[in-house]
């Protein structure tokens, strides 16, 4: 009887396109699945955009013409995300050497070590660690150090576009933004018993948001009536009521940019991105071989950026035997 009920269970279809054009991430399974539906994936990257749960590299071409990767070197890529950097920087080492890669997001790392495994990148080649970078010095440590490192700073596209991550105001979900949701505190947890100084004192800082105060006093108030903000739709619900003063005509591009600078801010507070790249920087000459070479990629950050001494779109280094110099 038991085995008659299991098979008169109904066949639970998976979720198909609505139309032409599915908006919902969960709707775009062609897109989710590119080594099935690589016809699918091609067509939405030369209508010029990201398929959902896939992650672009840009400046492939810049970042190796400086890095001059030879064939037996070791490398280390800081951020492995989708993977797209390690797969060329792997490329150029023709089947000799090694390159170490760290990422915290249990999730998509061990999607991207399967996807580069199965393209012939497996761990005769790329060793992965689930860890952050700024451990860099110990992987160093264990294998001598590196002749070429690049760090990609900033989150990753698959990891926008899933709503379950709470990394995007225009889909709703859980406002949660660690790159590591096993790990910390979530988003909303961190404003459940934030102050308006201490978030007008983040938002000004992670994102220099001209309306910091405004923000944060209305992100508090919420909270203190009993409205926990713990979704993305609440927390741009909220930044929507407040910034109602502004003239119509300027009050909609002005609520989009100052959602991206919010969950910017909260992103990099809760995922202690600063203090995580202030800690790899002073690591970082320690970490290369002499004559090593180091990329960094980044958009150009807010005022208080710990990478702003360094530079502003890609700080690159290279050490000599006995120095090192920006």
């Known amino acids: 009887m038991e085995e008659n009920k299991e098979l008169e269970k109904p066949h639970k279809r998976r979720v198909r396109y609505k139309g032409t054009h599915p908006r919902k991430f969960e709707e775009k399974y062609k897109e989710l699945q590119p080594e099935k539906y690589q016809d699918t994936v091609e067509h939405v990257i030369r209508k010029g955009n990201t398929p959902a749960g896939m992650h672009i590299s840009i400046m492939v071409k810049e970042i190796l013409d400086f890095l001059e990767i030879k064939p037996g070197q070791v490398g280390f890529d800081a951020t492995l995300g989708y993977g797209g950097h390690t797969k060329a920087m792997l490329q150029c080492l023709q089947g000799e050497g090694h390159m170490y890669a760290t990422d915290v997001d249990p999730e998509e790392s061990a999607k991207t070590r399967k996807r ?69 505190i979530s988003a909303a947890e961190r404003l459940d018993t934030i102050s308006v100084e201490e978030l007008a004192g983040m938002l000004d800082e992670n994102s220099d948001e001209p309306y910091c105060e405004e923000i944060a006093e209305a992100i508090v108030k919420e909270i203190r009536r009993g409205n926990r903000i713990d979704t993305t739709t609440k927390l741009r619900q909220v930044i929507e009521n407040t910034l109602e003063f502004l003239p119509e005509k300027e009050r909609k591009d002005t609520v989009k940019k100052t959602c991206q600078r919010v969950f910017q801010a909260l992103r990099i507070d809760v995922n202690r991105e600063f203090e995580v790249l202030y800690e790899f920087m002073e690591k970082l000459p320690g970490a290369l071989k002499p004559g090593g070479r180091v990329a960094i990629l980044t958009l150009i950050p807010p005022r208080t950026s710990p990478s702003l001494p360094f530079g502003s779109w890609i700080p690159t280094f290279q050490s000599e035997p006995s120095d090192f110099s920006p």
């Not at 576009?161 to 949660?176: A, E, Q």
């Open 116 to 184: 580069l495994a199965e393209q012939g990148f497996g761990e005769d080649m790329l060793t992965v660690k689930l860890q952050n970078f700024c451990t860099i010095d110990e992987i160093a440590k264990e294998v001598g150090g590196f002749d070429f490192i690049l760090a990609d700073l900033g989150v990753s596209s698959m990891q926008i576009d899933n709503p379950k991550r709470g990394f995007s105001y225009k889909v709703d979900g859980p406002l949660d933004l660690r790159l590591n949701q096993e790990k910390g």
